[in-house]
Structure formats: structure tokens, C-alpha cells
Nanobody
Framework: VQLQASGGGLVQAGGSLRLSCAAS????????MGWFRQIPGKEREFVAA????????DYVDSVKGRFTISRDNTKNTVYLQMNSLKPEDTAVYYC???????WGSGVRGGYTVWGPGTQVTVSS
């Protein structure tokens, strides 16, 4: 599977953006998906993840209640709806795919496929 994220941009604090991650290949529907973000000089951090079936999701505490991850397996796409954005959400956002077994939703090392990032900038 190959991944391509889109939807980043510049938004004012309190605004919203929706990121999309389109996947190619036949295995998307069997893979758990995650979103991570990174700012210069810091490690890439977990943001949100969703099980292959869409039945369960997980979020880092700092985005709970503001971000929503979802997926459409018929379109091979995973989404990250980001509301009430804050300047501290500014980062490059990456989508990633995890094989169907031994899923640790927030464990970066378990994700085997990564897309190029998309920049999200939130101005104050």
C-alpha cells in the first residue's frame, strides 16, 4: 500500500481542517491506520488511530474532543477532522498504516507504511 496525505494548510486558531489520506493497493481495508505529527526538533508523536474495521479509535489526550478519525474502506481513504484548532497543533501531519496483527495504536514503530506529510499551521 502507498499513502498520500492532503488537506493541510493555514488556519486561524479555533478553525477547522480535514486531512485526507488516500491509499493505493488492495490491502488498505485490512490495515489499521494512524495519524502522527511532528514539529522540527521533536519526535514524531501519535495523534489518532482507527482499527481496520472502523470499530474502535484512539486519540492522544491533547486532541480528544477536538479531532475525529474516520475511514471509508470503499474509497481507500482515512480522514482526520480537526476542529477548534490551536497554535500548538501546528506540525507536519503524517498518515501511516499498520499490519492487521499486534496493533499498538500509539506505537510508532509498528506502523510499516508512511505517507509524505502535510503541513498544518494554526495562527494565533
Amino acid at each position: 500500500v502507498q499513502l498520500q496525505a492532503s488537506g493541510g494548510g493555514l488556519v486561524q486558531a479555533g478553525g477547522s481542517l480535514r486531512l485526507s489520506c488516500a491509499a493505493s493497493g488492495r490491502t488498505f481495508a485490512t490495515m489499521h491506520m494512524g495519524w502522527f505529527r511532528q514539529i522540527p526538533g521533536k519526535e514524531r508523536e501519535f495523534v489518532a488511530a482507527i482499527r481496520w474495521s472502523g470499530e474502535s479509535t484512539d486519540y492522544v489526550d491533547s486532541v480528544k474532543g477536538r479531532f475525529t478519525i474516520s475511514r471509508d474502506n470503499t474509497k481507500n481513504t482515512v480522514y482526520l477532522q480537526m476542529n477548534s484548532l490551536k497554535p500548538e497543533d501546528t506540525a507536519v501531519y503524517y498518515c501511516a498504516a499498520h499490519p492487521p496483527t499486534n496493533w499498538g495504536s500509539g506505537v510508532r514503530g509498528g506502523y510499516t507504511v508512511w505517507g509524505p506529510g502535510t503541513q498544518v499551521t494554526v495562527s494565533s
